[in-house]
Antibody, heavy 122, light 106 residues
Framework: EVQLVESGGGLIQPGGSLRLSCAASGFTVSSNYMSWVRQAPGKGLEWVSVIYSGGSSYYADSVKGRFTISRDNSKNTLYLQMNSLRAEDTAVYYC????????????????WGQGTLVTVSS | DIQMTQSPSTLSASVGDRVTITCRASQSISSWLAWYQQKPGKAPKLLIHKASSLESGVPSRFSGSGSGTEFTLTISSLQPDDFATYYCQQYNSYSQFGQGTKVEIK
């Protein structure tokens, strides 16, 4: 059974850093496209970043240069390092899997985690 | 960036109604469109990908159509479990979601 479990959210001051984790089971993180998607309170969904099986990664303009997606194949875990956090980064962050293996098409998402809340506030 | 516009933003309907939600892209995205259902406090659930391909396990009352810039999600007979917010997502170039359509009880 495919499962994604996020952790690492919390309250952080503007300008601070946080690292989110997404532990995967039931499949291999390094084989699928993996993404982070966020949702500000009461708002819609916003794609944040994707990492492909080959290791290449892409980011939304809103986080480019501040966020870094990565994975640890030995732990089957996806990460999102978030630096220079702003109030507008406040959101529930979901990790999500694309069902396709390999390749580099833009992602859609068949499995999602339960989300972890990041609150950026002083 | 490709802009995705859903209409309506809110839809009031009754059990048994046929419901249609429209999603328009600011430029052609071929058939690279997905639809999701989200309930409060829960993660989104994939309903349809590639504009019209029904995800395994999703009831057949859900269907998707369209290509290019105009797409629709249709629920043929609304059930109590279908009251939720629906999002379209383009994945032709990067990824953008529509703003969502809330389907509420009339």
């Amino acid at each position: 059974e495919v499962q994604l479990v996020e952790s690492g959210g919390g309250l952080i001051q503007p300008g601070g850093s946080l690292r989110l984790s997404c532990a995967a089971s039931g499949f291999t993180v390094s084989s699928n496209y993996m993404s982070w998607v966020r949702q500000a309170p009461g708002k819609g969904l916003e794609w944040v970043s994707v990492i492909y099986s080959g290791g290449s990664s892409y980011y939304a303009d809103s986080v480019k240069g501040r966020f870094t997606i990565s994975r640890d194949n030995s732990k089957n875990t996806l990460y999102l390092q978030m630096n220079s956090l702003r109030a507008e980064d406040t959101a529930v962050y979901y990790c999500a899997r694309d069902p396709r293996l390999y390749g580099s098409s833009w992602p859609y998402f068949d499995y999602w985690g339960q989300g972890t809340l990041v609150t950026v506030s002083s | 960036d490709i802009q995705m516009t859903q209409s309506p933003s809110t839809l009031s309907a009754s059990v048994g109604d046929r419901v249609t939600i429209t999603c328009r892209a600011s430029q052609s995205i071929s058939s690279w469109l997905a639809w999701y259902q989200q309930k409060p406090g829960k993660a989104p659930k994939l309903l349809i990908h590639k504009a019209s391909s029904l995800e395994s396990g999703v009831p057949s009352r859900f269907s998707g159509s369209g290509s290019g810039t105009e797409f629709t999600l249709t629920i043929s007979s609304l059930q109590p479990d279908d009251f939720a917010t629906y999002y379209c997502q383009q994945y032709n170039s990067y990824s953008q979601f529509g703003q969502g359509t809330k389907v509420e009880i009339k």
